[in-house]
Every structure is written in structure tokens, then in C-alpha cells.
């Protein structure tokens, strides 16, 4: 089945820094690509998504760019913020009968 | 609804007890998934629906676990004689169609002491 490799954390940046977490995965055709995001207490929520290689998916100032020829979905943001401190999960397609399947997640740390 | 919607949010329940957990998904969607999460991990599937038809229930740990929808709506989770180790954030996603983005619920996280 599909896999995902995912940068364990924890990452702790500073406020306004570059972030990138690196996600690769192995994967059955072309299948779109998730990033999920999980707040402190709270559920998954889908943070972005890209559909086709060379899609880019945007949202709250995050990017992440599918790139086929890497099997590459890393998630990108220019200035990070305290409220961005969450665990965050790549998630491609592959978990049972096309379902997701996720990393152990990177927990990003945010200090003022 | 507008969201996934899951009951009870917390259970607390001795070792060998029976339990159920309910998952109403968003109306009109054809899949559901069910997830396991362990504390400090990612989700791990544990089984899919789509409509009222289990396609895959590769992800049950057990046979101790047993999960329905018999209408195509609510799913109901169901783990016999609990055990320790099966103390974990239980969650549910619905997605419209297969290989779209899935919405997940708040969770049930079991405790079993």
C-alpha cells in the first residue's frame, strides 16, 4: 500500500521564521495530496490540499507544492506565528480502500 | 450536520468492559473512515465504509473490534472485553467520494483502566 515518510519533530522556531517540513511519499498513480493540521485539544482539519504533480495548494499562509518526479509534498510558510504551534500530518491516499494514510505527524513549536 | 459528530467525547471504562462509540458523518457522504490514534502518533486506519458496505476492515486490531453502518449513515464502533492497550483517541472521517478530502470528528478518546 501507499506510504508516507514525514520529518519527526518536535520543530521549535522563533516567531516570523521560514518553516518547511519535508513529507516524500509512495504512492499508487497520481492521487491527490493532504496536509492536515491538529491544534492543541482539537480534531484533524485539512489545512490544504493539491490535486495534480505540479499543483500547488495554499491556505492561512502555508504552501506546498505536489511534485511527481520527487514524490514530494513539502509544506512551506514564509513567517510562522505562535498560533501556528500544532502537529501536523501529510497525509496521501492509501490507508484502506482509498482512505488516507498518515505519518506519526510533526509537532511545530512556535516560541514568541 | 455541519460537521462530523462524535459520542460520547470521553469513556472511561474498566478492562472487559464492551463499549461503543458513535460516529454521525456528514449528510450525503458515502464514505466514512474510522482511525485510531495513540497518544504522541498519527491516525491509524482502522476501517472504511462506503455507504452501508464495509470494503476494507483490514485496520481492526482484533477481532475483539466490530464496526457497522447499516443504514449508510451512523457508524457505530464497537470493541469487545477491553483491553489496556486499546486506550486511544478513536476517530471518525466522512469524505463525498474516494480519494477526496476527508472531515474528520472531534474524536471519543477511551481510556480503559
Known amino acids: 500500500g501507499n506510504s508516507v515518510t514525514q520529518m519527526e519533530g518536535p520543530v521549535t522556531l522563533s516567531e516570523e521564521a521560514f518553516l518547511t517540513i519535508n513529507c516524500t511519499y509512495t504512492?499508487?498513480?497520481?492521487?491527490?495530496l493532504f496536509w492536515y493540521v491538529q491544534y492543541p485539544g482539537e480534531g484533524l482539519q485539512l489545512l490544504l490540499k493539491?490535486?495534480?504533480?505540479?499543483d500547488k495548494g495554499s491556505n492561512k499562509g502555508f504552501e506546498a507544492t505536489y511534485r511527481k518526479e520527487t514524490t514530494s509534498f513539502h509544506l512551506e510558510k514564509g513567517s510562522v506565528q505562535v498560533s501556528d504551534s500544532a502537529v501536523y500530518f501529510c497525509?496521501?491516499?492509501?490507508?484502506?480502500?482509498?482512505?488516507?494514510?498518515f505519518g506519526k505527524g510533526t509537532h511545530l513549536i512556535i516560541q514568541p | 450536520g455541519a460537521g462530523v459528530s462524535q459520542s460520547p467525547r470521553y469513556k472511561v471504562a474498566k478492562r472487559g468492559q464492551d463499549v461503543a462509540l458513535r460516529c454521525d458523518p456528514i449528510?450525503?457522504?458515502?464514505?466514512l473512515f474510522w482511525y485510531q490514534q495513540a497518544l504522541g502518533q498519527g491516525p491509524e486506519f482502522l476501517t472504511y465504509?462506503?455507504?452501508?458496505?464495509?470494503?476494507?476492515k483490514s485496520g481492526l486490531p482484533s477481532d475483539r473490534f466490530f464496526a457497522e453502518r447499516p443504514e449508510g449513515s451512523v457508524s457505530t464502533l464497537k470493541i469487545q472485553r477491553t483491553q489496556q492497550e486499546d486506550s486511544a483517541v478513536y476517530l471518525c472521517?466522512?469524505?463525498?467520494?474516494?480519494?477526496?478530502?476527508?472531515?474528520f470528528g472531534q474524536g471519543t478518546r477511551l481510556t480503559v483502566v
Open positions: 472521517a466522512s469524505s463525498f467520494a474516494v480519494r477526496t478530502e476527508a472531515f
Open positions: 504512492a499508487t498513480g497520481y492521487p491527490s
Open positions: 493539491a490535486t495534480k504533480a505540479d
Open positions: 497525509a496521501p491516499p492509501g490507508g484502506g480502500a482509498d482512505g488516507l494514510t
Open positions: 449528510s450525503g457522504h458515502v464514505s
Open positions: 465504509f462506503q455507504n452501508e458496505a464495509q470494503l476494507d
